[in-house]
Protein backbone atom coordinates (compact mmCIF):
# COMPACT_ATOMS: atom_id res chain seq x y z
CA UNK A 1 0.00 0.00 0.00
CA UNK A 2 1.53 3.36 -1.02
CA UNK A 3 1.29 6.50 1.29
CA UNK A 4 -1.29 8.34 -0.69
CA UNK A 5 -3.81 4.99 -0.13
CA UNK A 6 -3.27 4.96 3.40
CA UNK A 7 -3.77 8.83 3.78
CA UNK A 8 -7.14 8.85 1.84
CA UNK A 9 -8.61 5.45 3.48
CA UNK A 10 -7.92 6.84 7.17
CA UNK A 11 -9.34 10.26 5.83
CA UNK A 12 -12.34 8.47 4.90
CA UNK A 13 -12.13 6.25 7.77
CA UNK A 14 -12.48 9.42 9.96
CA UNK A 15 -15.31 10.73 7.70
CA UNK A 16 -13.36 13.67 6.55
CA UNK A 17 -13.10 15.62 2.96
CA UNK A 18 -9.95 16.78 1.79
CA UNK A 19 -11.29 20.27 3.16
CA UNK A 20 -11.50 19.47 6.47
CA UNK A 21 -8.32 17.66 6.81
CA UNK A 22 -6.69 20.06 5.44
CA UNK A 23 -7.73 22.73 8.18
CA UNK A 24 -7.50 20.29 10.59
CA UNK A 25 -3.73 19.65 10.07
CA UNK A 26 -2.92 23.33 8.97
CA UNK A 27 -1.75 22.62 5.54
CA UNK A 28 -4.01 23.05 2.58
CA UNK A 29 -5.62 21.34 0.81
CA UNK A 30 -3.60 20.88 -2.87
CA UNK A 31 -0.93 19.63 -0.16
CA UNK A 32 -3.75 16.71 0.84
CA UNK A 33 -4.34 16.25 -2.81
CA UNK A 34 -1.43 15.84 -3.72
CA UNK A 35 -0.15 13.42 -0.90
CA UNK A 36 -3.05 11.24 -1.98
CA UNK A 37 -1.96 10.88 -5.52
CA UNK A 38 1.22 10.37 -5.11
CA UNK A 39 2.26 13.55 -6.38
CA UNK A 40 4.21 15.02 -3.28
CA UNK A 41 6.72 13.14 -0.72
CA UNK A 42 5.57 13.29 3.03
CA UNK A 43 8.32 14.97 5.52
CA UNK A 44 8.37 14.02 8.62
CA UNK A 45 6.75 17.44 10.01
CA UNK A 46 3.57 16.79 7.47
CA UNK A 47 3.25 13.01 8.44
CA UNK A 48 3.02 14.84 12.61
CA UNK A 49 0.66 16.79 11.55
CA UNK A 50 -1.47 14.33 9.57
CA UNK A 51 -1.18 12.15 12.62
CA UNK A 52 -2.72 14.65 14.78
CA UNK A 53 -5.12 15.62 13.16
CA UNK A 54 -6.78 11.99 12.34
CA UNK A 55 -6.01 11.19 15.85
CA UNK A 56 -3.26 8.02 14.66
CA UNK A 57 -0.28 7.48 16.19
CA UNK A 58 3.07 7.57 13.55
CA UNK A 59 3.19 4.47 13.71
CA UNK A 60 0.48 3.90 10.93
CA UNK A 61 2.88 5.07 8.26
CA UNK A 62 5.21 2.42 9.06
CA UNK A 63 6.20 0.17 6.28
CA UNK A 64 4.48 2.31 3.52
CA UNK A 65 5.41 2.72 -0.03
CA UNK A 66 6.72 6.35 -1.20
CA UNK A 67 7.75 7.02 -4.16
CA UNK A 68 9.65 9.28 -5.87
CA UNK A 69 9.61 10.19 -9.30
CA UNK A 70 12.38 11.67 -11.46
CA UNK A 71 10.23 15.01 -11.70
CA UNK A 72 9.77 15.17 -7.61
CA UNK A 73 13.60 14.70 -7.78
CA UNK A 74 14.50 17.41 -10.64
CA UNK A 75 12.44 19.32 -8.66
CA UNK A 76 13.81 19.69 -5.65
CA UNK A 77 17.17 20.00 -7.18
CA UNK A 78 15.85 22.76 -9.24
CA UNK A 79 14.84 24.64 -6.12
CA UNK A 80 18.80 23.81 -4.94
CA UNK A 81 20.27 25.12 -7.51
CA UNK A 82 21.46 21.43 -8.45
CA UNK A 83 21.50 19.90 -12.14
CA UNK A 84 19.12 16.78 -11.41
CA UNK A 85 21.95 15.15 -13.34
CA UNK A 86 24.21 15.74 -10.91
CA UNK A 87 22.44 14.78 -7.52
CA UNK A 88 24.92 14.29 -4.60
CA UNK A 89 26.48 11.34 -3.54
CA UNK A 90 24.89 10.35 -0.14
CA UNK A 91 27.00 10.95 3.31
CA UNK A 92 28.02 6.88 3.50
CA UNK A 93 30.28 7.97 6.47
CA UNK A 94 27.79 9.95 9.09
CA UNK A 95 27.98 8.60 12.42
CA UNK A 96 24.56 5.93 12.32
Same mark, same amino acid.
Request: proline content about 0%; charged content about 10%; hydrophobic content about 55%.
Given at each position: MTFGQKLREMRIKAGLSQAKLSLKAGLTPNT???LERGKRIPTLPVMQLLSR @???CSMGVWDGLEIEATANMLAGRHRKKGLNPHECPAPDT? @? @?A
Open positions: IQS @ALEH @A @A
